[in-house]
């Protein structure tokens, strides 16, 4: 089953321009980690935070974590062509299902030259 | 981080035959699991295979339908039996260890059609 839904489904947006993807889930987490997907291949890890913490940065990413709202948000910034992918949040509760993720519905972003 | 080897990357098959999808890992790991993505669709997993034990499969997903071996650390396969064009989607193997922070590794997917 997914753990929550994504929006927007789908972003298009112009090359320079800021991407914020966001991502609620249902049941408490031990992480939450962002994956991105092209043209449906297989799924590259992007980045991973833990449910003590907030915020998180990685190169032109930067992702924020509210564990009393059940949400996530991942922002690109100066988004290139090269950015246009699907991505998608996934949740991990290691210590009780086995570390299993469970994937939201994913959104859909379109970076245009 | 794991590199996965998954083999066929794509395949058309007959209704009623059956296909099994190879994953290959360059380093011992624990746990594999396996998803199913449909046409537009997010990930679904399927069932997590630990090696010595019988896959632990989740709710709608049945081990005659999709019977899985784990021989050992490095190596797990799925098999796609009794086929229906239902089951025209990408699957995918995945590799992770608990409290990890490299996230889990993919393998490339294997896109099936059903004809």
């Known amino acids: 089953s997914q753990q929550g839904e994504e929006d927007p489904q789908a972003l298009s947006i112009q090359e320079g321009e800021n991407a914020t993807m966001n991502c609620s889930y249902k049941?408490?987490?031990?992480?939450l980690q962002w994956y991105r997907q092209n043209s449906g291949r297989g799924l590259v890890h992007l980045i991973l935070?833990?449910?003590?913490?907030r915020e998180k940065h990685s190169g032109r990413l930067r992702v924020t974590l509210d564990t009393s709202k059940k949400s996530s948000s991942l922002l690109i910034t100066a988004s290139r062509a090269a950015d246009t992918a699907s991505y998608f949040c996934?949740?991990?509760?290691?210590?009780?299902?086995?570390?299993?993720?469970?994937f939201g519905q994913g959104t859909e972003l379109s970076v245009k030259p | 981080s794991a590199v996965i080897s998954q083999k066929p990357s794509r395949d058309i098959c007959q209704r009623g035959t059956s296909l099994t999808i190879q994953c290959q890992v360059d380093?011992?790991?624990?746990?594999m699991f396996w998803y199913r993505q449909q046409p537009g669709q997010s990930l679904t997993l399927i069932a997590t295979?630990?090696?010595?034990?019988?896959?632990?499969?989740e709710s709608g997903f049945v081990i005659d339908k999709f019977p899985i071996s784990r021989p050992n650390l490095t190596f797990s396969t799925l098999t796609v039996s009794n086929m229906s064009p239902e089951d025209s989607s990408i699957y995918l193997c995945?590799?992770?260890?608990?409290?990890?922070?490299?996230?889990?590794?993919f393998g490339s997917g294997t896109r099936l059609t059903v004809v």
């Open positions: 049941t408490s987490i031990n992480n």
């Open positions: 295979a630990n090696q010595g034990s019988e896959a632990t499969y």
């Open positions: 995945s590799v992770g260890e608990r409290d990890t922070n490299y996230g889990y590794t």
């Open positions: 380093s011992q790991v624990t746990m």
């Open positions: 996934a949740t991990g509760t290691f210590e009780y299902q086995g570390g299993k993720l469970i």
């Open positions: 935070i833990r449910s003590n913490e």
